[in-house]
Structure formats: C-alpha cells, structure tokens
T-cell receptor, first 115, second 111 residues
Framework: GAGVSQSPRYKVAKRGQDVALRCDPISGHVSLFWYQQALGQGPEFLTYFQNEAQLDKSGLPSDRFFAERPEGSVSTLKIQRTQQEDSAVYLC?????????????FGQGTRLTVV | GENVEQHPSTLSVQEGDSAVIKCTYSDSASNYFPWYKQELGKGPQLIIDIRSNVGEKKDQRIAVTLNKTAKHFSLHITETQPEDSAVYFCAASYGNNRLAFGKGNQVVVIP
C-alpha cells in the first residue's frame, strides 16, 4: 500500500478486556516497529520485528503485551486484561532495510482508551 | 539508555520568520537522528534526517545540523507558513533498532 495502515483508529475497552491492534506495513518493508505514545509525550519503543522474527521486545511494559508478525508482513499487538494505564496511542512503523538504521514511516496510530 | 531532550517546549513565530528547535542526546553511540512532524490526530511524519558522518543537511525550507562532540542537533525551518504549525519530535537511534524520542515541541506559526 501507499503507507502504513493501522486499524482500528479508535478502540474503547473496558478494564480487563483483551484487545488486538493491527498494522499493515508498507509492502516489502522488512522491519516493523511498535511504539506507545502517551498524551503529550513522544513515542516510546515497544518491540521490533525483522521479517517474522521478533528481535527485540524489551520495551513491552508487561507480560500482558504480546506482538506477532507470523508471515513477515501484517503485525498484531495484543494487550490482555487491559488496565487504565494502557490508554495511549499505539503507533506502528516500518522501514525498508535491516541492519543499518534507515527511515521509519509511521501509521496514523490506534487510540486506545480503557474505561 | 538513551535520553533525548528538546527545548523549548512551545515556540511561537510570526509567519515568514525562522524557527529553531534544539535537541540533546546522551548516548555517544547514536548515529542516526530523524525529525518528525505530528499534526493533531495523525501519526508522526518523517521530515528530515541526518547521520553522524554529516554535519548539516537541507531540504528546501528545512535544515538539520548536528554537533556530535556536543551531542546536540537542531531543526531549522525558514520562511515559516501556517501549515508548519504542529508538534515536532527529534529522535536518536539507540541500539540496533530503536529510536528514542524527545517530548516534542509545539510550534505555532502566527499569520
């Protein structure tokens, strides 16, 4: 596609519910990233995939957060038993190359509100 | 870990004037420094980037300068226009695959 696409754009979850956030990266992009952006803050790194391999998940805040990219393209970020502190915008980014750092392009994000 | 700081937090400029945003970083191993523009309700948009082997880079009205010794880099926007109003984030590469972002600068261009 033309850019990184994320769905849904908005998600309201009751505390304790599980949610799944989807990311469609730019076609052919090897690297995929998830970031969390709290209100008024910069994005914070969550996890990184190179093709289908999750090479870095050290930014995931708890074991309630899980991400996958089984076929090396679409990725899903799952949050189990959501808490109010999970409320944030979840951003997905992709980049064309691996190894040497290169341009990362972000999607429009999914705004998660936990009530 | 990497710590990126931006200042000022809010910047108001008259249309046509220049805007400068400064960032500092802590990790001397950082070698890639992008700038992103984020408009309300949208994702960050890459506007310019610079690598550690370059001191300055320009793209039309936007330029970025990097001082590796002092560990700071700056975004310069000349001839500002109302559509330049947005939040601007600087970032520094951290490890092999992360970006550490600053907290953002709100730029307001006054017509």
């Amino acid at each position: 596609g033309a850019g990184v696409s994320q769905s849904p754009r908005y998600k309201v979850a009751k505390r304790g519910q599980d949610v799944a956030l989807r990311c469609d990266p730019i076609s052919g992009h090897v690297s995929l990233f998830w970031y969390q952006q709290a209100l008024g803050q910069g994005p914070e790194f969550l996890t990184y995939f190179q093709n289908e391999a999750q090479l870095d998940k050290s930014g995931l805040p708890s074991d309630r957060f899980f991400a996958e990219r089984p076929e090396g393209s679409v990725s899903t970020l799952k949050i189990q038993r959501t808490q109010q502190e999970d409320s944030a915008v979840y951003l997905c980014a992709s980049s064309a190359r691996q190894g040497r750092f290169t341009e990362a392009f972000f999607g429009q994000g999914t705004r998660l509100t936990v009530v | 870990g990497e710590n990126v700081e931006q200042h000022p937090s809010t910047l108001s400029v008259q249309e046509g004037d220049s805007a400068v945003i400064k960032c500092t970083y802590s990790d001397s191993a950082s070698n890639y420094f992008p700038w992103y523009k984020q408009e309300l309700g949208k994702g960050p948009q890459l506007i310019i980037d610079i690598r550690s082997n370059v001191g300055e880079k320009k793209d039309q009205r936007i330029a970025v300068t990097l001082n590796k010794t002092a560990k700071h880099f700056s975004l310069h926007i000349t001839e500002t226009q109302p559509e330049d109003s947005a939040v601007y984030f600087c970032a520094a590469s951290y490890g092999n695959n992360r970006l550490a972002f600053g907290k953002g600068n709100q730029v307001v261009v006054i017509p």
